[in-house]
């Protein structure tokens, strides 16, 4: 084991592996809510966390879907080299960020994209549709280098934005989004960032993975090409993708107390690290929130809390466990629990989204060589 370990540092201490920070922020619901703005917000943008898995356009999901996000990375496009902060989305496949040809008010407080001022970029006559439920975001296609770490992609395909909805996109605490699901999903025929990593040869091996820290610490990562042993010492389970789209997996059953809750007869998931909460089914949402003594908002007394019983995810014959201090979120003195309803049937299954208040229990590895999504449960 330890010589196991021992290699697996010294592999990522050589080239084709690179490491992004990813630092934890406020989330544009809590900017919202500082501002007094939230329950406007939501009055115009009803949320519906399935609308990001069935869209017809380009980044339909942007605002309404990473309302809760905390977790932010940096990236820099063109020559010389122009940062942006991105959510590293698994759950979408297209890169997106603002331009300068953005003359919205919004745009005002966000990295945007000069394109006069890369001498690496080349423009496309195609266009660029953002749909939202009250509005519309467009924009045109280009191609430029973008630099993930240490990581150059030359002639990537991205989105330029023009146009912004509304006012709330102000307070986003990202300027884009990059998206690492698979190219069958992506909008536009644009090759995915990732995907153009390994087909220029930029990682050693054809996987990526995440860390997500927990409260308040920091040392959250995307890792391109390589695992990290430290985070693995609990040994790694792998587990099939049941469809090459979104990071899709089928799921056994979910239990709580050793009795079943939901998804008795099998379940489609997508671990998803552009979704913050748990994303449910109405009608599992309703029996855990009984099951857990919380109201139909999900609000739960806080000194309940540490009493409740952790929610088991059974996977590929294996359980995966998520305790009470990973799906119960404190603020102001309020507790509620993180789970947020919707109704996505599909033809293997109804679906869930293992975001964020998972990925959080687990080290997470996306293995594009094989096609599976390995999980190791942190110490």
Same mark, same amino acid.
């Given at each position: ?165 509304? &006012? ?8 884009? #989004?990059? %998206?690492? !699901? *698979? =190219?069958?999903?992506? $909008? ?116 309940? &809390? ?8 059974? #996977?590929? %014959?294996? !359980? *995966? =466990?998520?305790?009470? $201090? ?54």
């Amino acid at each position: 084991m330890k010589l196991l370990l021992l290699l697996g540092l010294v592999a990522l201490g050589h080239g084709l592996v690179s490491r992004v920070p990813l630092r934890k922020g406020k989330s544009l619901r809590q900017s919202l809510r500082e501002h007094g703005l939230l329950e406007e917000y939501l009055k115009q943008h009803p949320f519906d966390p399935a609308a990001k898995y069935f869209r017809s356009r380009i980044a339909a999901e942007l605002l309404e879907n990473y309302l809760d996000n905390e977790y932010f990375g940096t990236i820099s496009i063109g020559t010389p080299a122009q940062e942006f902060t991105v959510v590293f989305d698994t759950g979408s496949s297209n890169l997106w960020v603002p331009s300068v040809y953005c003359s919205s008010p919004a745009c005002s407080n966000h990295n945007r994209f000069n394109p006069a001022e890369s001498s690496t970029f080349i423009s496309t006559n195609e266009s660029l549709y953002i749909a939202y439920g009250t509005g519309s975001m467009s924009g045109v296609l280009g191609y430029d280098t973008v630099t993930v770490a240490n990581i150059e992609v030359i002639n990537q395909m991205f989105g330029l934005a023009e146009t912004e909805p509304g &006012a709330f996109f102000y307070y986003t605490p990202f300027d884009g #989004i990059l %998206g690492l !699901a *698979f =190219p069958s999903i992506a $909008s536009s025929g644009a090759t995915p960032v990732f995907d153009n990593m390994m087909m220029q040869n930029l990682v050693a091996e054809d996987l990526f993975s995440v860390y997500l820290s927990k409260d308040e610490r920091s040392g959250s990562f995307v890792l391109f090409g390589a695992i990290d042993p430290l985070y693995t010492i609990n040994g790694i389970t792998w587990i099939p993708l049941s469809a090459e789209t979104y990071w899709q997996i089928r799921m056994d059953s979910v239990s709580i107390g050793g009795k079943g809750i939901a998804c008795a007869f099998g379940c489609q998931a997508i671990v998803d690290t552009g979704t913050s909460l748990l994303a449910v089914p109405d009608r599992a949402l309703s029996a855990i929130l009984s099951v857990l003594g919380a109201n139909s908002n999900g609000e739960i007394s806080c000194s309940a &809390a540490g009493r409740l019983p952790s929610i088991i995810f059974h #996977i590929n %014959g294996k !359980a *995966f =466990p998520v305790p009470p $201090s990973a799906y119960v979120m404190e603020s102001n003195g309020y507790c509620t629990v993180g789970f947020q309803g919707m109704d996505v049937p599909t033809e293997s299954g109804e679906l869930w989204i293992l975001g964020d208040v998972f990925i959080r229990e687990y080290y997470v590895i996306f293995n594009r060589a094989t096609n599976m999504v390995g999980l190791s449960r942190l110490p």
